[in-house]
């Protein structure tokens, strides 16, 4: 058997819901080894790390602490050598994607990717699916990896920075360390996204979103802030004089970006993990 081309990192805690469906998805590169896969449960109190051990060859890793960071690292322990994927559990990556992936980054030149995105907003509240049809057509936000539930580095992309820091937005950090000519979206099948059901739930996103996007600034990374970030204002301006018809979806999403930012500015820094469980529910 052929050594693993490369490691599909995934942090989890309390995805007793979403990990069997995160990893089923993966079944492919799982059963014939060409990447490893690691789980690494942090202060689960839950069946996650069970449900996972339930698939033959995947790494399983069980931390006491609940901590997205310290998995990361864990999870950077035990990889091999070669490209990363970082996944988070509640996103579904195909294994062919993952591959495509690897290979991409294997080859030279592109030092961070991801593929595509494809956000599953059925169910979900008006105000939620009029958001995410904004969110999916900002070609700034869809060129930039943040915000997927994953990103990949190639050797060379990981050795930018020494272990991950400690910040909650790890994607927001990740995307500052790259310009636009380092990353690439990988045409293969899109990762499904599940949103939010309820607008509140949306709020908890966005508002740990902006409560944590200090601490990127913060950091020593070259660029203070994502580019996605910096380029919203100017592509919902081009978006509505494209198509006039999204003007409401448009005043909704500016609107609900406003709300949390502002509840972002009165939140400690250190309060708790704003949480999305609705699109983990059955």
């Known amino acids: 058997m052929k050594a693993p081309l490369g490691a599909i990192v995934i942090a989890a805690h309390n995805e007793e819901a979403v990990i069997a469906r995160c990893l089923a998805a993966l079944s492919s590169v799982i059963v014939s080894g060409a990447a490893q896969v690691v789980v690494v449960c942090n202060g689960c109190g839950d069946d996650t790390a069970a449900i996972a051990r339930q698939f033959d060859s995947v790494e399983v890793v069980e931390l006491e602490v609940a901590s997205k960071v310290g998995a990361l690292r864990t999870g950077d322990q035990l990889a091999v050598p070669g490209p990363r994927i970082y996944l988070d559990a509640d996103v579904v990556m195909t294994g062919a994607a993952a591959m495509a992936v690897l290979s991409r980054l294997s080859t030279g030149g592109t030092l961070a990717a991801r593929p595509p995105i494809r956000f599953d907003s059925t169910g979900a509240r008006w105000p939620v699916r009029r958001w995410y049809e904004v969110r999916e057509r900002l070609p700034s936000i869809s060129r930039a990896l943040w915000g997927a539930g994953t990103y990949a580095l190639s050797i060379d992309g990981r050795a930018r920075f020494g272990e991950f820091p400690d910040i909650v937005s790890d994607d927001l950090f990740i995307d500052s360390l790259f310009s636009e000519a380092e990353t690439d979206i990988v045409d293969t099948d899109p990762v499904i996204v ?53 003007v409401l979806s448009a005043a909704v999403y500016a609107v609900l970006i406003f709300i949390a930012r502002l509840r972002a500015r009165f939140r400690s820094r250190q309060g708790a993990w704003e949480r999305d469980n609705s699109s983990r529910s059955t």
């Open 194 to 246: 599940t949103t939010p059901r309820r607008t509140g739930d949306l709020l908890k996103i966005l508002i740990r979103t902006y409560r944590t996007q200090g601490d990127v600034q913060r950091d020593d990374s070259h660029i203070p802030i994502s580019r996605g970030q910096r380029g919203q204002l100017r592509d919902i301006l081009a978006l509505v004089r494209r198509q006039p018809g999204l």
